[in-house]
């Protein structure tokens, strides 16, 4: 499947700082990426869908403008959480999908642990 | 909506033991049903999948058989090893073309003990 990397892997700010975490895919043009957002002991809750070269689809109750996605080329995109607070301390999963038809298969990144102080 | 419900954990097993990881899923139309795996410290990674009734999945002794009429999608493997503790995630899509997005359960711990 197809490589995936975040950076950083872990990062710690203080309140009212942005951050800025980006996604990578290594070996594959993707077309389409999810951002993610896994709280302690619960599921993966999808925050938004991003494509290359247009604005990023966000889920219901998902605040655009505290959490821009950036998708700028086709192996890049970037989650920026701006002017971050303690409830927004989560693990912040990315994924790419190819776009082709009747492919549904998604490949993950590692994940970002944001600890906000 | 749709949605994803699997049993809760942790589950504790000895080595070589038998392993289920019950998932039922409710969606509207015909969804892809999906096992991912997280290992600690890593990402998540695609285990298994069937895209229609009656499918059957596998991967790595892992099997799950796709069940329309009981909308479930159970994980099992015959013996399972030290090396498969790590976090199983059920999931589908109804997702065609370019949208694929998943919907999860809330996943399930496995920890083998040697």
């Known amino acids: 499947g197809a490589v995936v990397s975040q950076h950083p892997s872990r990062v710690i700010c203080k309140s009212g700082t942005s951050v800025k975490i980006e996604c990578r895919s290594l070996?594959?043009?993707?077309?389409?990426m999810f951002w993610y957002r896994q709280f302690p002991k619960k599921s993966l809750m999808l925050m938004a869908t991003s494509n290359e070269g247009s604005k990023a689809t966000y889920e219901q109750g998902v605040e655009k403008d505290k959490f821009l996605i950036n998708h700028a080329s086709l192996t890049l995109s970037t989650l920026t959480v701006t002017s971050a607070h303690p409830e927004d301390s989560s693990f912040y999963i990315c994924?790419?999908?190819?776009?082709?038809?009747?492919?549904?298969?998604?490949?993950f990144g590692p994940g970002t642990r944001l600890t906000v102080t | 909506g749709d949605s994803v419900t699997q049993m809760e954990g942790p589950v504790t097993l000895s080595e070589e033991a038998f392993l289920t990881i019950n998932c039922t899923y409710t969606a509207t139309g015909y969804p892809s049903l999906f096992w991912y795996v997280q290992y600690p410290g890593e990402g998540l990674q695609l285990l298994l999948k069937a895209t229609k009734a009656d499918d059957k999945g596998s991967n790595k002794g892992f099997e799950a058989t796709y069940r329309k009429e009981t909308t479930s999608f159970h994980l099992e493997k015959g013996s399972v090893q030290v090396s498969d503790s790590a976090v199983y995630f059920c999931a589908l899509t109804t997702g065609r073309g370019s949208q694929g997005n998943l919907i999860f359960g809330k996943g399930t711990k496995l920890s083998v003990k040697p």
């Open positions: 070996d594959f043009q993707a077309t389409t």
């Open positions: 994924s790419i999908h190819s776009g082709l038809a009747g492919a549904y298969e998604q490949y």
